[in-house]
């Protein structure tokens, strides 16, 4: 084969290669949009029961609040990290309570911020330096959105 020959073959498979890692990118964030996606396992039925009936339900989902959402990337990243850590979790032993990891409270922190900033920006938390000191808003705010853990129903 040609040299010309095996570079058009060579820059054809990187174009379908980057079509389909394009089309499973789009139906992986088609396919978890949804926060019924995530009550999908056991584990998270009660948290989804206490989101539902929390003042949150109508304007943020579980990926508004748990990916990140500083760009594309980064929520691909977040989803399809996260996503293999719990399949994970979820066939080896599924915990009966979550708990976030450091990574996941970060993301926590700057999607609260995203929508609540104005009313963070009036607190003495606004001006925190110290790493060690840092407070996160779910540190009081544990229970919103997700209340109390109500009874997985049978």
């Known amino acids: 084969m040609e040299l010309s020959k095996k570079i058009k073959v060579g820059i054809l498979s990187v174009v379908i290669l980057l079509a389909a890692a394009g089309a499973a990118t789009a139906t992986m964030h088609a396919v978890t949009h949804e926060s019924s996606f995530c009550a999908s396992c056991h584990v998270m039925q009660n948290y989804m029961a206490s989101w539902e009936h929390s003042s949150h339900r109508e304007v943020a989902g579980c990926n508004d609040c ?89």
């Open 66 to 154: 748990h990916t990140d959402q500083r760009n594309y990337l980064a929520k691909t990243y977040s989803k399809a990290t996260a996503g293999a850590r719990h399949a994970f979790m979820n066939v080896i032993k599924p915990p009966e309570h979550l708990k976030m990891i450091e990574s996941s409270k970060e993301v926590v922190q700057r999607n609260c911020l995203r929508c609540h900033d104005s009313l963070v920006e009036k607190t003495r938390l606004a001006d925190q330096d110290a790493e060690a000191d840092r407070k996160f808003c779910f540190d009081c705010h544990r229970s919103t959105p997700h209340g109390r853990e109500r009874p997985t129903p049978p």
